[in-house]
């Protein structure tokens, strides 16, 4: 971590990072006895929301502490306010490293104990939020380098609410949730209460994400609006006209529109009637006939409507664990509730802090559907990165005379729409992430618990400041048949991405050429028809492309994945990565995910979780024999261009090549997805994946013995039913995976049916001349090797006929297997 401390008798300020290449905004404090606290709770929270950009979390913060009451002169005190922020900006610009003509040159007259640190890079926050433009005019009075990349947002970049980023980052998250419910919020009305009115940013721009949005209710700081039964079309309309004024608040609604019953009331109010309306719409009992305004609220958020949206400022919801003491937000105590009491089945956060993590926890514990603030407003720090990212690849062309700061300027308005797709991209595998997970949790507990341990040891995660459960806790939910939540899972996907990446920042793969394609899908179409070179010797490419693969790895992998790996192979976190990066491109994983992400509210969401779950294994079986039978490091270009075509020439060819059980079960799948409306291509591609893996084996067993692909895998199927591996494979699968141990056992005995299948192909192709069927080399071999092949046949019915199936009898069929080998050696 680095922090740089600014003390006048001005201004008081401090900026923490988390790494050389952090980010992160610049707060107004308030809290002048212990800013630095507050700053250090914020620049955490920033770690875990920076994880799907460039740079780690950073945060900053200062007090002024000659203000002028505002109530007496409000400009002065304004004023006084920027002064102060200038002269913290100038204080950090004073020992923080400039780039001149790509030479680093330090601060003169600064005597420095580090190293080279050019990288310092601001935004908007609490208090800043219109300042940006004002950092950048100090950023270019030192002439550093990063010009007016230094504070995104200002008046030549990215306006957030003219964009509606964060609120459409955030409904990624809402649609998601609600596929799951099978409820397209796209087509289908439904209910909604929210925090916020229709002039903020977040609020304001969620609430015209859907025509089918039907708002029962919100609050903000000076009303409270209900409409019981309001009209879809209607209230949208009139929801945009006030959005649209430049100023507004609910006041501004035009009652008319509102349904029987509803209104817009004061929060200045000593009470407000409830009618049976009122009553009806949000769940209240019929004996009421007035509220407070602060009961009232209570009784929007507990109200048994679909949605929940967040868009304001403050903690509404805590668990019932906590009292309003810990939530620290002592103006909204009276109309704070507790996670298990609401009634909505979905939560958006668009806004920061709207719930505890507890309170979070609790409500997903009692069936809701909810991620986090971190999550789910990611997009907008990820539109800041993009625009910082672009600003620094172009700004090197305005100092070039390439162009000029007029059409630089241009360039980034005409690329708005793109950059907004290309971060909505993050919101939505994040979500897919997780989801994927949730269908996994319980059965991954025990591997999510081995993962949490092991980054407690190394340092990066104290579970319980992250209300991460404990291990007594980890049994109470195993005994329950619970896994982790989604406010845990989401925890956990974030530490996932900021150790991975911070450990393969540090090795080759970010500079493999191979990965020059990936660190240009970062940046918007026209950039990359543009200027690829720029691309590649961008400042930033290796944390670019460290971002961008970390995010699909561990997005696509999960969370566990990595590490698991690491326990069974012994292999290092860059060996697993590439060997990933290569399974992924042989089996065209990409292809398959991109279908099912076209399928959305067409079928049924557990449908395609199961498909990208599906695909998922696949990968992680190919990274898996990739690890265990190639050379390591693996060169990424040479092995995908090795494997690829063969892999994919023997894949197209598997409903021919199968037989018996195998057969089956690739019409089973096929049939299934089918009939569940998934399109024939990518029902039969699916279809194949269990038979997809040993393709692998294949081309390298074609490649050892210079034969055909085709020739090898017919063979290859061919004594998949013969000797029934399938179904020894199954049954290994099924085997336990609760510790480390069971872990490695299974993985081991796995590997070891899956190396002699592919050493008895090529027993069986050493049989006979090259042009012998399938069945005349089977039968060749079989006179060659009967007495010990009528024994093995003998014990491996008698183990598939068993009963139950445990390591003893399933490491005495590998023994049985393994005699085929020896006797024909």
Request: hydrophobic share 40%; aromatic share 8%; charged share 25%.
């Amino acid at each position: 971590a680095f922090e740089i401390w600014v003390y006048s008798p001005r201004v008081e300020g401090v900026h923490l990072r988390f790494g050389k290449v952090a980010r992160g905004g610049l707060r107004w404090s308030d809290r002048r006895e212990d800013f630095r606290t507050e700053i250090l709770g914020l620049v955490k929270a920033q770690m875990v929301k920076n994880t799907v950009i460039v740079p780690v979390g950073a945060k900053g913060g200062f007090v002024a502490k000659q203000l002028p009451d505002p109530a007496v002169d409000r400009d002065a005190w304004l004023a006084e306010g920027i002064a102060s922020y200038k002269m913290f900006i100038s204080a950090l610009l004073d020992i923080t490293d400039n780039m001149v003509a790509g030479e680093v040159v330090p601060p003169a007259d600064v005597v420095r104990h580090d190293e080279d640190d050019t990288y310092l890079v601001v935004a908007a926050d609490k208090g800043t939020a219109t300042f940006s433009d004002i950092a950048n005019g100090v950023a270019e009075s030192y002439n550093f380098w990063l010009g007016d990349a230094f504070a995104s947002g200002g008046s030549a970049g990215y306006d957030h609410k003219g964009m509606g980023i964060t609120a459409r980052g955030a409904w990624e998250s809402v649609k998601r949730h609600f596929r799951e419910l099978d409820l397209d919020t796209q087509s289908e009305d439904f209910t909604v209460v929210g925090i916020g009115d229709m002039s903020g940013d977040v609020f304001g721009n969620g609430m015209l994400l859907s025509e089918h949005i039907r708002l029962v209710a919100a609050f903000d700081h000076r009303h409270i609006f209900i409409d019981p039964k309001p009209d879809a079309a209607t209230s949208y309309a009139e929801r945009r006209r006030i959005f649209e004024l430049p100023r507004s608040s609910w006041a501004d609604y035009n009652t008319e529109l509102i349904s029987a019953g509803g209104g817009v009331f004061p929060r200045t109010a000593k009470s407000i009637p409830v009618n049976a309306h009122i009553r009806e719409a949000l769940g209240i009992e019929d004996k009421v006939a007035k509220m407070t305004p602060a009961d009232l609220m209570k009784a929007i958020l507990k109200a048994p409507v679909d949605l929940l949206w967040n868009g304001g400022i403050g903690t509404y919801v805590k668990a019932s664990t906590e009292t309003h003491a810990d939530v620290g937000d002592k103006a909204n105590d009276p109309i704070r509730v507790d996670g298990a009491d609401l009634r909505v089945r979905v939560v958006g956060e668009g806004g920061n802090l709207g719930l505890t993590q507890l309170g979070r926890i609790e409500f997903a514990l009692h069936g809701g559907k909810i991620n986090t603030d971190a999550i789910d407003n990611s997009a907008g720090v990820d539109t800041s990165d993009h625009e910082v990212n672009i600003k620094i690849l172009l700004n090197g062309l305005v100092t070039e005379g390439d162009m000029t700061v007029k059409q630089r300027n241009k360039l980034l308005a005409e690329m708005t729409d793109e950059v907004g797709r290309l971060v909505l991209r993050n919101n939505y595998a994040q979500n897919t992430a997780i989801a994927n997970a949730l269908a996994q949790s319980k059965d991954m507990l025990h591997a999510q618990q081995r993962f949490m341990r092991h980054l407690v040891r190394e340092g990066h995660l104290d579970r319980a400041l992250e209300f991460l459960p404990t291990d007594r806790q980890i049994r109470e939910r195993l005994g329950a048949a619970q896994g982790l939540t989604s406010p845990e899972t989401a925890v956990l996907l974030a530490y996932t991405k900021i150790t991975v990446a911070e450990e393969l920042l540090h090795t080759s793969l970010p500079d493999d050429p191979y990965l020059h394609g990936l660190l240009h899908t970062y940046f918007p179409a026209a950039l990359r028809e543009k200027f690829p070179e720029q691309i590649d010797n961008h400042p930033l490419h290796r944390e670019i492309t460290t971002t961008v693969l970390v995010n699909d790895t561990v997005n696509t992998g999960g969370t566990t994945y990595l590490h698991r790996l690491r326990e069974e192979t012994g292999a290092s976190l860059e060996e697993i990565v590439r060997a990933q990066t290569v399974a992924r491109a042989i089996f065209r994983s990409g292809v398959v995910w991109d279908g099912v992400e076209s399928l959305d509210n067409q079928v049924e969401a557990a449908v395609l979780t199961r498909i990208r779950l599906h695909s998922r294994r696949l990968v992680e079986r190919g990274t898996r024999w990739l690890l265990n039978n190639r050379p390591q490091p693996l060169q990424l270009a040479e092995t995908v261009e090795f494997f690829g075509d063969r892999v994919e020439q023997v894949w197209s060819q598997l409903p021919k090549l199968l037989r018996g059980a195998d057969l089956e079960w690739y019409q089973k799948i096929y049939d299934e997805l089918s009939g569940a409306g998934v399109p024939d291509e990518l029902a039969t591609r699916v279809a194949g994946f269990s038979s997809a893996f040993p393709t692998l084996d294949i081309v390298s067993v074609a490649d050892r013995m210079g034969r055909d692909p085709m020739d090898v895998a017919e063979v290859y199927y061919d004594l998949a039913d013969r000797l029934h591996i399938t179904q020894l494979m199954d049954r290994i699968i099924e085997l336990p995976r609760a510790d480390r141990w069971q872990s490695m056992a299974r993985a081991s005995i796995r590997e070891d049916l899956y190396a002699a299948h592919s050493a008895l192909t090529a027993d069986v192709l050493a049989v006979g001349n090259g042009t012998s069927t399938p069945e005349q080399r089977f039968k060749a071999w079989e006179e060659k090797n009967a007495p010990i092949l009528s024994r093995a046949r003998t014990t491996l019915d008698e183990i598939q006929g068993s009963d139950a199936f445990d390591l003893a009898n399933l490491s005495v069929a590998m023994r049985t297997m393994r005699t085929l080998l020896r006797q024909h050696s």
